[in-house]
C-alpha cells in the first residue's frame, strides 16, 4: 500500500493519530514528521520518522520523494492564543505551509486531510446550533487562516480534483501530550491539577461555553472521514463535527464527582476570554453524521471519568 504522511506528528493531535494509523495500516507505512525531534520514542522508532519544515518546499518535495505517499494528514499548524501573540508566524506557517503541502498533494497525486476550527467563525456566526454553512468573519489570525485554509482546500479539488478533506475541530482534550497554546486547554489543564493538586486556576470564565472533543473521538472521525466513500461527501472539506459542550463551572462540577475537594478559581485572560466568546456555543454537526456516519462515543460524564483514572494511575504508577 502507498504510505501516510503525517505533519505536526508531534503536536497534541498528531502524536496520538500517528500512533492510531500505524496500528490500523503498519508501522512502516505511516510516516510521522515534524519540525521537532519527539520525546516520545514509540513515535519516533516504532515507523519512519522525517525531519519536515512544510515552509520549505522543496524539504516538502524531498520528503514526498523518499516515501511512496498516497494520503496526508496535514496537522502541522500555530494555534490559537499563540496566534496572536505571533500573528507573523501563525500566518506563514498556517497558510504557507497549507499551500507548500497542498502542492505536494497535488503533484504526487495524494488525498489530503486539512483540519479546520471553530475558530473559523466569528462574533457574527450564530452562536446555538451553528450551521454547517454560514457567515464566517473571525477577527483572530488563527481564524482568518482556517477560512482560508477551508476555501483553498476546497479549491484545489474543483480546480485540479485533488482529494482534500477536512472537519472543524471543537476544543481538543486529552491525557496523552501537553497543550499547545489553544483557547480551549484549560479543559486538558484542569484534570492534570485537579488529580495533582485538587486545585486549578481557570483563565476563562466560569460561565464560557464551548464545544468539545475527546481524543478518542476526533482520532476515529479523521481515519472514517478519509475512509468515506467520496460520492456521499457533498460538503468534503470543513465539516462541523462536535461531541460535548460545557462551560469551565460544569466541568468543575463534574470532576468533583470524582474528587470531591477539588476547587476551582478564575483568573480571566482577556484575550482567550475575546477569543473564546467570538467562538460558538455548539455546532450543528449533522451533516457529518448524514454524509459519512459520524457519531461521537464520548460525553462529558464518560470523558472525565476516562482523564481522572488515566492521569491518577499514570501519577500513581
Known amino acids: 500500500m502507498k504510505q501516510i504522511l503525517v505533519t505536526g506528528s508531534v503536536g497534541q493531535i498528531g502524536s496520538e493519530l500517528t500512533h492510531a494509523l500505524r496500528e490500523r495500516y503498519g ?16 513515535l519516533r522508532d516504532a515507523g519512519p520518522f522525517e525531519f519536515l519544515d512544510v ?82 468573519r473571525p477577527d483572530t489570525i488563527y481564524g482568518v487562516t482556517k477560512v482560508a485554509g477551508e476555501l483553498i482546500c ?72 478519509m475512509e468515506a466513500d467520496a460520492s456521499k461527501l457533498k460538503h468534503r472539506n470543513a465539516f462541523n463535527i462536535t461531541a460535548m459542550n460545557f462551560t469551565p463551572a460544569q466541568l468543575a462540577d463534574e470532576i468533583r464527582k470524582h474528587i470531591p475537594e477539588f476547587e476551582i478559581e478564575y483568573e480571566v485572560d482577556p484575550v482567550r476570554q475575546e477569543i473564546a466568546d467570538s467562538w460558538p456555543n455548539y455546532m450543528d454537526d449533522s451533516a457529518a453524521r448524514d454524509e459519512w456516519g459520524w457519531n461521537h462515543e464520548y460525553d462529558l460524564a464518560k470523558m472525565t471519568s476516562d482523564m481522572i483514572k488515566v492521569i491518577s494511575d499514570r501519577i500513581k504508577g
Open 154 to 225: 476546497d479549491y484545489y479539488h474543483k480546480r485540479f480534483d485533488l482529494d482534500t478533506r477536512g472537519v472543524r475541530f471543537p476544543g481538543m482534550i486529552s491525557h496523552e501530550t501537553e497543550p499547545g497554546g489553544g483557547t480551549t486547554d484549560y479543559a486538558v489543564e484542569i484534570f492534570f491539577e485537579a488529580v495533582k493538586h485538587k486545585r486549578y486556576t481557570c483563565y476563562l470564565r466560569e460561565d464560557t461555553s464551548l464545544d468539545m472533543m475527546y481524543m478518542p473521538d476526533a482520532i476515529r472521525a479523521m481515519i472514517d472521514l
Open 27 to 42: 508501522e512502516e507505512n505511516v510516516v510521522a514528521t515534524d519540525i521537532r525531534m519527539p520525546s516520545d520514542t514509540r
Open 55 to 136: 515552509l520549505d518546499p522543496n524539504h516538502v518535495t524531498r520528503v514526498m520523494q523518499i516515501h511512496d505517499i498516497g494520503t496526508i494528514f496535514h496537522l502541522a499548524a500555530v494555534l490559537s492564543a499563540i496566534g496572536e501573540s505571533r500573528p507573523n508566524v501563525a500566518w506563514q506557517v498556517n497558510m504557507n505551509g497549507l499551500y507548500n503541502i497542498l502542492e505536494a498533494a497535488r503533484q504526487y497525486q495524494c488525498s489530503m486531510f486539512f483540519p479546520s476550527s471553530i475558530g473559523a467563525f466569528g462574533k457574527s456566526t450564530p452562536k446555538d446550533n451553528t450551521p454547517q454553512d454560514t457567515i464566517q
